[in-house]
């Protein structure tokens, strides 16, 4: 199908990117995935629309080598999924700076630099989404807790919009998207809803905002989150 939409979903193993993974096998689109290390549950889909490879996005060596790989590809979609929440409930006096560092690092720093590292490789008119959190929003943050991971994904929203200010000129769109609270590892086996749920609206808020620009903030269900 020439015609058939192109995704590179990075940070696929598990969870919600092994599930977008899926979803969008589903609807028809070729993906690419990412994983940091093998997958069982990358290696369980049998798709030949399904591409794996494997990258860190904390490895800027290992990006650019990935970039090499995937010359011959043009995206519709670059997803940055992969995030860490490393000691995400305690306080952040009680956090060892080096992790608190290198969570800001994994979750706000590298996504951005992945996806202007892959900017290239993105098809006219294209989005590129981040993985936030709603816990990112200053405007919400009412119950406190989790601070520092919500500082990173704060972080994450504020670069990715300077970030769609500073290529705007390029006709390519922004979305930063909360999963909602879902049943992974993260999220624990209380959240609010599974993770079917949770990609199944996010692929239909991504593939609503494709062909559109500028940056926006939004949840699984298409809302509007304050910034």
Same mark, same amino acid.
């Given at each position: 199908?020439?015609?058939?939409?192109?995704?590179?979903?990075?940070?696929?193993?598990?969870?919600?990117?092994?599930?977008?993974?899926?979803?969008?096998?589903?609807?028809?689109?070729?993906?690419?995935?990412?994983?940091?290390?093998?997958?069982?549950?990358?290696?369980?889909?049998?798709?030949?629309?399904?591409?794996?490879?494997?990258?860190?996005?904390?490895?800027?060596?290992?990006?650019? $080598?990935?970039?090499?790989?995937?010359?011959?590809?043009?995206?519709?979609?670059?997803?940055?999924?992969?995030?860490? &929440?490393?000691?995400?409930?305690?306080?952040?006096?009680?956090?060892?700076?080096?992790?608190?560092?290198?969570?800001?690092?994994?979750?706000?720093?590298?996504?951005?630099?992945? &996806?202007?590292?892959?900017?290239?490789?993105?098809?006219?008119?294209?989005?590129?989404?981040?993985?936030?959190?709603?816990?990112?929003?200053?405007?919400?943050?009412?119950?406190?807790?989790?601070?520092?991971?919500?500082?990173?994904?704060? &972080?994450?929203?504020?670069? $990715?919009?300077?970030?769609?200010?500073?290529?705007?000129?390029?006709?390519?769109?922004?979305?930063?998207?909360?999963?909602?609270?879902?049943?992974?590892?993260?999220?624990?086996?209380? &959240?609010?809803?599974?993770?079917?749920?949770?990609?199944?609206?996010?692929?239909?808020?991504?593939?609503?905002?494709?062909?559109?620009?500028?940056?926006?903030?939004?949840?699984?269900?298409?809302?509007?989150?304050?910034?």
């Amino acid at each position: 199908m020439a015609d058939r939409k192109n995704a590179l979903i990075v940070g696929a193993s598990r969870g919600l990117g092994l599930g977008l993974v899926e979803t969008f096998l589903q609807r028809g689109w070729r993906v690419t995935a990412t994983q940091r290390s093998a997958s069982p549950g990358l290696a369980a889909l049998k798709s030949e629309a399904l591409r794996v490879e494997t990258a860190d996005i904390d490895d800027d060596g290992a990006v650019a $080598a990935l970039h090499e790989t995937l010359s011959g590809e043009r995206y519709d979609l670059i997803f940055v999924v992969a995030g860490v &929440a490393t000691q995400a409930h305690d306080p952040l006096h009680a956090v060892p700076r080096d992790v608190a560092a290198q969570v800001y690092l994994t979750n706000a720093v590298s996504p951005i630099r992945f &996806a202007e590292a892959f900017l290239d490789r993105l098809a006219p008119k294209g989005l590129v989404a981040f993985m936030s959190s709603i816990l990112g929003s200053v405007g919400l943050n009412e119950a406190g807790g989790w601070e520092n991971y919500r500082a990173s994904k704060a &972080a994450l929203n504020t670069l $990715a919009r300077s970030f769609e200010i500073r290529h705007r000129d390029a006709g390519f769109g922004v979305v930063l998207l909360h999963p909602g609270w879902v049943r992974t590892e993260m999220g624990g086996a209380d &959240a609010d809803i599974d993770v079917a749920t949770s990609v199944t609206g996010l692929t239909d808020v991504i593939e609503g905002r494709l062909g559109r620009t500028g940056c926006v903030y939004l949840d699984y269900t298409g809302k509007t989150l304050d910034w």
